[in-house]
């Protein structure tokens, strides 16, 4: 009986992880508000090629829910959520403010 508890809690462990990542590797879009085109935000490109720590946006930049947060230029220009990062400073990625970079991230 208790070996049949762990087996079912080790199953129960690995299901919760597999669904975990396979929900990462989906990208998240942030549906346009304006004319911009809509925003696709990769896991993958942040956690595994730029190779940063869940804690990096979690929970003080983002919530772990799609949809949960508005995204608004305004305040991610003032250093908010994606803007807190997309500075284009030394050592930080391109800027949000950069007239020539606005398609990194809206896609018509
Ligand atoms: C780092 C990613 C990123 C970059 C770069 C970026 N944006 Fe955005 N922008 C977003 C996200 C996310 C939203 C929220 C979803 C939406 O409305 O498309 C947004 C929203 C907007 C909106 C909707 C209204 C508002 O004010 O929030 C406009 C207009 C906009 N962006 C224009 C621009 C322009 C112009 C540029 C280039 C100067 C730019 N964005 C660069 C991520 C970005
Ligand atoms: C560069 C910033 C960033 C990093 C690093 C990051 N996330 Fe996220 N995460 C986001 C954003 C943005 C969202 C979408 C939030 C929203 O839609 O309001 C999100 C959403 C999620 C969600 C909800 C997905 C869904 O479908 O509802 C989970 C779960 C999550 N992240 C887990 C993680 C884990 C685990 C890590 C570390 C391996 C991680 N995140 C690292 C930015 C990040
Ligand atoms: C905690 C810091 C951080 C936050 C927050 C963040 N990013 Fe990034 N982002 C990075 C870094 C670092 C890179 C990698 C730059 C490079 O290597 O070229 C990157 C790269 C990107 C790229 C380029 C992808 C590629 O394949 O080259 C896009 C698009 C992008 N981010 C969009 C977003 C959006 C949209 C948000 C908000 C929902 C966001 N980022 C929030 C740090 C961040």
Same mark, same amino acid.
């Given at each position: 009986m208790k070996k049949l508890v762990v087996l079912f809690v080790a #199953?129960?462990?690995?299901?919760?992880? !597999? @669904?975990? @990542?396979? !929900? +990462? /590797? $989906?990208d998240i879009e942030f549906k346009a508000v304006g004319d911009e085109g @809509? #925003?696709?935000?990769? &896991?993958?490109? &942040?956690?595994? $090629?730029a190779k940063m720590a869940c804690k990096e946006c979690h929970?003080? +930049?983002f919530q772990m $829910? $799609?949809?949960?947060? #508005? +995204? /608004?230029?305004?305040?991610m220009e003032a250093g908010k959520n994606c803007g807190n990062c997309h500075t284009g400073a030394e050592g930080k990625p391109f800027s949000i403010k950069d007239k020539e970079k606005c398609g990194n991230c809206h896609k018509k």
């Amino acid at each position: 009986m208790k070996k049949l508890v762990v087996l079912f809690v080790a #199953v129960a462990i690995t299901l919760a992880c !597999a @669904s975990f @990542s396979f !929900a +990462l /590797k $989906k990208d998240i879009e942030f549906k346009a508000v304006g004319d911009e085109g @809509s #925003v696709m935000f990769s &896991h993958e490109t &942040h956690t595994e $090629k730029a190779k940063m720590a869940c804690k990096e946006c979690h929970p003080a +930049l983002f919530q772990m $829910k $799609k949809g949960a947060d #508005v +995204l /608004k230029m305004a305040d991610m220009e003032a250093g908010k959520n994606c803007g807190n990062c997309h500075t284009g400073a030394e050592g930080k990625p391109f800027s949000i403010k950069d007239k020539e970079k606005c398609g990194n991230c809206h896609k018509k």
